[in-house]
């Protein structure tokens, strides 16, 4: 439960899929998006689960693949959930780059931008059955998912 020391070649695909679009992202940001007021707590969480779920990802030998179990399902889902992000991600630099298409829901999951990596990243937790993994995710996604609420309530309230 606690985990192997030694790198994964799976938590660097992910950390791929997660890193690639994100940086295409700087260069093609949504109109009139601004991280100005956004509250310093969710950031810190952001940035601490940020670390954590990289460091875990890539240094829990864990989620590489193991011999074939029922196990598996969680790795399947978890990569499932990156696909989605993949998608969602194709749609966003499709259309017009607005704060709505930022935050807008992917197939029934809010804030999909947000919410489908956290989620791939705590399922990837189970499938190695990495608890600093499940923790680093939690963090993550209190910071990342609540500071996408936020600024969805700001667009869709002010």
């Known amino acids: 439960?606690?985990?192997h020391l030694g790198f994964s070649y799976i938590g660097l695909i992910f950390i791929i899929m997660l890193l690639v679009p994100n940086l295409i992202w700087t260069r093609k940001q949504p109109q009139g998006y601004s991280a100005e007021n956004e509250n310093k707590i969710l950031v810190s969480l952001e940035r601490m689960g940020e670390v954590l779920t990289t460091c875990c990802a890539l240094l829990f030998s864990d989620f590489n693949l193991q011999e074939v179990s029922k196990w598996w399902l969680w790795l399947a889902m978890?990569?499932?959930l990156m696909i989605m992000y993949e998608i969602w991600w194709?749609?966003?630099?499709k259309s017009e780059r607005k704060l709505a298409?930022?935050?807008s829901s992917f197939l029934g999951v809010p804030v999909a931008g947000a919410t489908l990596p956290v989620l791939a990243f705590f399922l990837l937790g189970i499938y190695g059955k990495v608890i600093w993994m499940l923790i680093a995710s939690v963090i993550l996604g209190i910071g990342h998912i609540g500071i996408h609420l936020q600024h969805q309530q700001d667009l869709f309230f002010s």
Do not use: E, K, V, W
Not at 90 to 93: L, V
């Open 78 to 80: 978890s990569f499932i």
């Open 1 to 3: 439960m606690l985990g």
């Open 101 to 103: 298409d930022f935050y």
């Open 90 to 93: 194709i749609r966003y630099f």
